[in-house]
Every structure is written in structure tokens, then in C-alpha cells.
């Protein structure tokens, strides 16, 4: 299986670093799931998309629960890729951002072209 979770100890700079094409920023589980409707909404699509044989790797990144993700000093929030939204993907090539979808109004309809280009 081509997703894999992030460490508690991953920091946003090493995530450019990392060996997956893709970056999936969720909102931490709390009580059993993930607080965030949104991550809810998308976690089957995205679940499917990185679990085929053929599907490229991905990197699950828990950004915290809801006052850690709201808040400025979120780690998550500055550095290099600059998470705004929960749940955003961003694609990695060699280390730089190559694209992103942010929310599910971007991810539902776009992430199988998304994931192709």
C-alpha cells in the first residue's frame, strides 16, 4: 500500500524531503476520527486514489487537533509549504511543490485528473 503516516516528529521542512509524490494534510484523529467534516468527506476518495497497486506514494500528515490546527503558531501553517486549509494535497517533485488541491471542493472533482498529471 503506497499511503503512509507521518511520524509526530515530522516538521514542515523535512515533509519537502520526503520519498512520497504526495502530501495529504488532515486534521488529527480526535475521539476515534478526524475532527474536520471536510477530511471526512474525502478520506474514502483519497483512501481509494493511494491504495491501488499502481497508485503513486502518499504521506498522510495529521496537522493537529482543532485548536492546534486554528491556531497562527501551527507549525504546519508557515515553512515551505504553507497549509491553509485542512484537508489540502500537495504534489512533490524533487523536492518542490508542483501543485495542490485544497477543501473538498477542489479534491472531489479533481483529484483523479490530479493524481495523472
Known sequence: ???????????????????????????????????????????DLVKNTFSSENAPSALIVYAGDRPTWKSPTNPFRSGPLAVQCVPTIVKIQNGKEVGRLVDQGEIKPGLASFVQS
Open 1 to 43: 500500500m503506497p499511503i503512509h503516516i507521518a511520524d509526530s516528529a515530522t516538521t514542515p521542512e523535512s515533509l519537502t524531503k520526503a520519498s512520497e509524490d504526495f502530501l495529504i494534510f488532515y486534521s488529527s484523529i480526535v475521539n476515534g476520527q478526524m475532527w474536520c467534516p471536510d477530511c471526512l468527506a474525502v478520506e
